[in-house]
């Protein structure tokens, strides 16, 4: 490595054990403080929080009037409760990415102002400004309650589908230091279409916060459950590697509400190896230097996309949104 | 399992071992015969071949006129060095892929008729029939000598980007039994484009041959060699996780011509799991059931394409060829 083409971002996994229903924003707010100052004493300079990161994952629970799970989301950011983590931010001068539920009065597609939620992600600047917000384009589950499930999923019922696309964002974190950031939430990382989005925009760090069962409810008999999380990392290995780009993903893991969430957030290069990982069930820092130099490769030569992509072969990506079922062969003899 | 929802499909990968320049097709046919022949012994009912399967990897060998290399093509299927490789198929009632460079005299876009050249590959009938045919759409390399390489790779100098899409062909392979299957060609195998088009027609089993070389040659710093496996790999059994698909990717092994290729042939199943590999360097067989059953799972959960996919997202995959530059941010204050 030429250490003159180095340019090294310190990153930080800021994995968080499990968040009990009963566990207030204050609580949960307090244990990241002491993640943030742990990242500070490590070196860090970007910190990843998980998706949802101050609450329960609530879509466990199901609501039938969705009012009811207005608790469970952000009016404002920051508000009281989360001011204090806005402090430490910069009392520690970190670049933060954060997952949470939002409320937004927004207009919608018709033009008419209405009460809107989105699983949302910002990134959160030294200096307390939000750099840029993504909210959850794949959203997982059901919008119903499903009574063959023993345990919920009702991302479809609580969310919006996201409407910011996948931005990339050219982003500051030291003197003559940019990084471009990129943001997926939870489900998004196995969706490759997602990483490419920000692979054409140079993305060099993709940022990932998920809550992920141990179990799959929907299991309907091939899964085997130590797959669960070698097929999150998978996902995350070949979209860095795809994109020549870093990643950061980052679980709340451990038994929540009786439920558990798997755990085991990794730091991946863009030769797709894991190079840091969060091994325990409970809240926990790992950190890894980023060469951001490594990415150079991939986007030179194997993965240069203006080079290599042919996207007139790629039609079916947006003309279709389900699978159609092939031609049909028959022997002429 | 459920036995009665199984739908069993006996797949083999027939790794090649290394073509010497000046080994001839009779050879190399002679040895994909005793391959054919031990696949029915373990009683397989698909085989796999590797890319350019009846001649050494040429496209490392520079000719300033192209005309000099039509040695390595095939002008027709069968012909006669290849018809006992056409008869095996018949004689053993087998269902195979076989890569191989196309000599074809066809009208090209403007609609003039002149000689094109392609890495292709076909799937054959037990009865001899040419089911279909696929163009390689992602050639590596270069069209002109590089200097600064000391081994050549001249894909984009021998073969036109292939023009028939990413065809998936529902096709019998036994009573009662069809498969809907699609092709790759070596590099295809890491994009993940033509993992999902592939995926949108529902296809059940990708075939994918290759030969790769075991050192980078554009290596330009960061590259540690015992990845170039473990990256093709990881590519193949993402692919396969995220379309709900068999995969089996052949290799050519060995050292061809003072160059190492590098193998590792394997099959996958959809949940990314490797099931058979071949660890020879040498020409290997080796077998795998396929319940095709399991690609259910996938495709009614996690990956149902219908529920899930948003390609109002994804336009840039298709209006971008290459990347483009971020956005900038700048703190206000």
């Known amino acids: 490595m030429d250490c003159l083409m ?10 968080l054990g499990p968040i009990q229903r009963a566990e207030g924003r204050e609580s949960v707010v307090a244990r990241m403080i002491r993640l943030l100052e742990r990242a500070q004493q490590r070196g860090a300079q970007v910190v990843v929080f998980p998706e949802l990161a101050l609450t329960t994952f609530f879509p466990r629970w199901y609501c039938e009037n969705r ?15 989360t001011q204090p983590l806005f402090d430490a931010i910069k009392r520690y001068g970190l670049m933060v990415y954060l997952g949470y539920a ?3 009065w927004e207009p919608d597609e018709q033009g008419v102002v209405r ?34 499930r023993k345990v919920q999923h009702l991302e479809k019922r609580y969310f919006e589908v ?16 940019e990084v471009n950031m990129g943001m997926l939430i939870c489900n998004d990382r196995r969706w490759p279409e997602a ?25 309907q008999g091939f899964e085997a459950h130590h797959l669960r999380v070698q097929n999150s990392q998978l996902s995350v290995q070949a979209g860095c590697y795809q994109n020549a780009t870093f990643g ?8 929540e509400d009786g439920h558990e969430l798997f755990g085991h957030s990794i730091i991946v290069n863009p030769q797709g190896e894991v190079i840091a990982l969060a091994a325990s069930w409970d809240d926990e820092l790992v950190v890894a230097d980023c060469n951001l130099a490594m990415c150079d490769l991939g986007r030179n030569t194997l993965f240069n996309f203006a080079k290599h992509r042919r996207p007139e072969a790629y039609s079916r990506i947006v ?9 049909q062969w028959k022997p002429s003899f």
Request: aromatic residues 8%; without cysteine.
């Open 195 to 219: 990483w490419r989005v920000l692979g054409l925009q140079q993305v060099e760090l993709v940022m990932v916060g998920y809550n992920t069962p141990s179990l799959n409810h929907e299991n």
């Open 6 to 15: 180095s340019r090294i971002v310190t990153v930080a996994a800021a994995q």
């Open 248 to 255: 950061v993903s980052v679980a709340k893991a451990g038994k």
């Open 67 to 81: 009012d009811e799970a207005d608790g469970w989301f952000e009016t404002s950011l920051p508000s009281p409760a």
């Open 102 to 104: 939002e409320l937004a």
């Open 162 to 177: 996201g409407n910011l696309g996948f931005p990339v964002v050219r982003t500051p974190v030291a003197p003559g230091l």
């Open 319 to 327: 003309e279709q949104t389900g699978s159609v079922a092939p031609a």
């Open 115 to 148: 009460k809107r939620r989105f699983n949302t992600s910002v990134v959160i600047a030294p200096n307390g400004e939000i750099v840029f917000k993504y909210r959850k384009v794949h959203l997982p589950g059901q919008a119903e309650f499903a009574p063959y």
